[in-house]
């Protein structure tokens, strides 16, 4: 250890004292006014002042924290009844939006039944009258068959002759026909006359020439022929050269005979 060092540093303290003067302490027989002690009085009233300020930090803090419940019950309350009023908006506008949408939607029903009674009406009229024309189209067509007057024409010498099937086939439909053999006995006015030469026995080309001319002269105006024949004679092409009756037909067929006959009878109805 180094003891110079320790002496040197002693120095150096004792030095620095010296240079500093001592302060200047009271004389012992003069008085030292004490300041920091309060009277008895101050003191006194110090404490109530610090009573006071206790009771009014502790009023102040009840205030406070009163006045801090009552925000928190205004905001309880001020909540609870935007509560209550949203709900109550909110089901209100539901009920209001509930109710118009059923309104619009009620009329909007009301005025497609509306459309659509109209458009049936409408279709349905239009199908019902076009049923009816229909209906009453056939109902002439009927009517016009049942009132056409035909003449079945087998010409013979026998006239004991039995109708042909074709015959009994128009007096199942109910045609007014009758059967005939000889052409002067029978009043051909207003008729449709069939002149049968397939269903003829023993036909030949003077016969069919023969009751070709008779029938000419002995049809009137206001009636109509139809040959039925299935085959070829020559006087059946002189007759449709020479003929001057207006309203004739030749069939070689059943079906073709019976087209004849109902086309005849609407002629003569439209000729009535």
């Known amino acids: 250890m180094d003891y110079f060092n320790f002496y040197d540093l002693g120095e150096k303290m004792s030095s620095i004292l010296a240079q500093v003067s001592p302060p200047n302490l009271p004389s012992p027989n003069v008085p030292v006014p004490n300041s920091s002690v309060p009277s008895a009085p101050e003191l006194d009233l110090l404490l109530k002042q610090i009573d006071f300020l206790q009771e009014a930090n502790q009023q102040l803090a009840k205030s406070f924290q009163s006045f801090v419940d009552t925000i928190k019950w205004t905001i309880t309350i001020v909540g609870s009844l935007l509560g209550i009023l949203v709900f109550s908006a909110r089901s209100i506008y539901k009920n209001n939006l509930k109710e118009a949408t059923d309104e619009i939607t009620k009329n909007l029903k009301r005025r497609l039944e509306k459309i659509v009674d109209k458009e049936i009406d409408v279709r349905l009229a239009d199908t019902v009258e076009n049923r009816l024309d ?9 009517a016009i068959l049942d009132q056409a007057k035909l003449v079945y024409l087998l010409p013979s010498n026998n006239s004991s002759s039995n109708p042909p099937d074709a015959y009994e086939i128009y007096k199942n439909l109910k045609f007014r026909i009758s059967f005939e053999t000889k052409i002067d006995s029978q009043n051909l006015s207003q008729s449709i006359v069939i002149l049968d030469f397939t269903n003829l026995p023993n036909c030949s080309e003077d ?28 006087a059946i092409n002189e007759f449709r050269n020479q003929s001057n009756i207006s309203y004739y037909a030749i069939a070689n067929t059943q079906v073709s005979l019976m087209g004849y006959v109902i086309d005849s009878a609407y002629i003569l109805k439209a000729l009535a």
């Not at 008779?214 to 139809?226: E, R, W």
């Open 134 to 142: 229909l209906v009453e189209r056939v109902l002439n067509k009927e």
């Open 207 to 234: 016969i069919v020439k023969l009751n070709l001319d008779k029938i000419v002269q002995k049809l009137p105006t206001q009636s109509a022929l139809v040959i039925y024949c299935n085959k070829q004679y020559s």
